[in-house]
């Protein structure tokens, strides 16, 4: 068995589970060895049930003191049953929609039950915990397991155990790299990185494993742009626009005035699209900086120049938010434009309306999702092409919306802070545009750690903001109690029903989450925006765009659950008007790697300093998925959140072509990315 050898030839691979495993794309050892865990466990010791840490996964062993009982509510059935250990403390346990264990849950059985512990006035609980039998798990602990994406006719444990039986063809790989150069990017070996990243030996092993394969990745993927670079070549603007007095007459109308950083972002673009060249540039702006008034400088110049222009957005509510403010100062200030929106579950009769005014031109500013590019979308003169939040999109995705003009401009936006060097990488010879500005009516929002003991508290000062007529966010992690994984963490349904309990009719109170159909989304976000409720209580989907000026607090729940650029992208939708501003991070965190990312957000509210300490602060610490969210499609490497490898790449490159001028990428095809 090699390489290339067929997956069947892998010990316990029969043809069945060939053909599910050719289902998702892995044919031989060698894409076998390359299926990466989404995630992994560190199995704790075992503690005892007066000592276990809530907000945090513990390891408990108990003997039940009762059978099992079912309730129903809502569709939905839940399971309960107390167990007490050697010292006579009990915590209960609970399962969602698990009928089997009705006759697994027996009085007098002994079960380490693992999970995260939540308290309950002085009650503990766990919530869709694991269960192992006392021998089982004393083998496990202190070990770091792996856990890969699985299908229905293929389990994460056969894929380990199928890894496991080929993992040793890892040695066929050659090292090419010195090993001060693995040490200088705290990196392993390759094939030791093979190993580790499947069966690693601890966080520290794991991390430099990572570390590594990511390495990988990002040369192939760099490899193939020097390549091609040198045959690229700036494409003339061929039909220049010229300046309009349009962008000049707004700017002098608004009540505000523009920050020096929005003036000259706006006199970069207009030269760009006035110039010899078409423009391709990038506007990095952090949240609240006004990047959009600056795109919309942008789509005025193309309009009154008979031209149309674009605005993608990664989300349906934020493209609604942009269509309604352009909407809002095209009739306020009598603007040369004429918007429509579209995205992909409008009404058959609306959408064929939108369409055919795209089609004739009688619409010179479209704004949309990602429906913009679908095929039955055809332009009249699309010459200015503006993605909004652009991470979110892969690159096919931008290419296709590009590709429905004819020598068309772009122009990207994104909040986050990403090095000159790996823009250029990204998107081409991307010119680039920092707006690290805020408008001079914003104060700096007042940030403030605290942990859950804090929660009456905070509703009281939230009650606080209200009877001065503002509004707040309340951030959960959860939609639900029962999804899958939920670790006992807050949830929007039920905090709502507790929210609304508390404030009685004291606050106006509504939730918002992503499983919401789109046009009732849209109503809530519209009533909230309009006052007509005190309180939004949502995930993360309102974490990009999403405008308020009257909301002064956002308190956010489980604040460990998230990612630094995250939380100050939600931080960022307060501050958005002239009053003060707030945001709460509530967190019962105790390891350190937490404690300090929350301080970093406690201590600054500049994105571009979050950015830099956030790439300080990664390493070993907290066992996290390795499979990243980035808009490029690399199976491990996150283009924003691993730039400091992309730059390592970038800087190694020309020292080690000589020893990779030949490899052959298995991985990455530069051409489809």
Known sequence: MNLKSDISSVKGVGEKTSAV???????????????????????ENITAIKDVISGERNAVYGCLISDAKMLRFSGKTMITAYARDKDGNSIEIKYFNANYLLKV????SFYVFRGYVKTVGARYMMTQPQMYKLDEYEKLQGTIGPIYSSTKDLSAARIAKNIQNCIDVRNEYEEYLSSDEMAEGNMLGLAESLYNIHMPGNEEMLYKARR???????????????MQ????????????FVEVADCKRLEDRLPFALTNAQKKAIEEIIKDITGPYLMNRLVQGDV???????????????????????????????????YTNIMKMSSDYGLCIKPVILFGKMPKKARTEVLEKIRTGEANVIIGTHALFQDEVEFKNLKLVITDEQHRFGVNQREALRDKGIDAHILVMSATPIPRTLAM????????????????????????????????????????????GHQAYIICPMIDESEEDNFNLKNVTEFTKELKEHYGDRARIVCLHGKMKSDEKNRIMDSFKDGLYDILVSTTVIEVGVDVPNATVIMIENAERFGLSQLHQLRGRVGRGDSQSYCILVSDAKNQESISRLKVLNETNDGFEIARKDIELRGPGELSGVKQSGALSFSLGDIMNDSDVFMLVINMYDRIFERIKDRVSRRIDFRTI
Do not use: W
């Open 425 to 468: 990488v990204m998107y081409g010879n991307v010119d680039i545009s920092i707006m690290n500005e805020l408008p001079k009516n914003r104060l700096p929002i007042n940030n403030c750690v605290v942990d859950s003991s804090f929660q009456k508290k905070s509703l009281d000062f939230i009650e606080s903001e209200i009877k001065k």
């Open 105 to 108: 849950l027996k009085r007098g």
């Open 288 to 322: 609240g900086s006004g990047k959009t008034l600056v795109a919309l400088m942008a789509l005025i110049t193309a309009a009154a120049n008979n031209a149309q222009g674009a605005l993608m957005a990664p989300t349906e509510v934020l493209a609604v938010q942009h």
């Open 21 to 43: 495993f050719r289902d998702i794309g892995i044919n031989t050892v060698e894409d076998l060895i390359h299926y990466y865990p989404r995630t992994y466990e560190k199995f």
């Open 212 to 226: 590594r394969l990511v390495f990988e990745e990002f040369l192939d993927f760099y490899k193939g742009f020097r």
């Open 229 to 240: 670079e040198g045959g690229y070549e700036r494409p003339q603007n061929k039909n220049p």
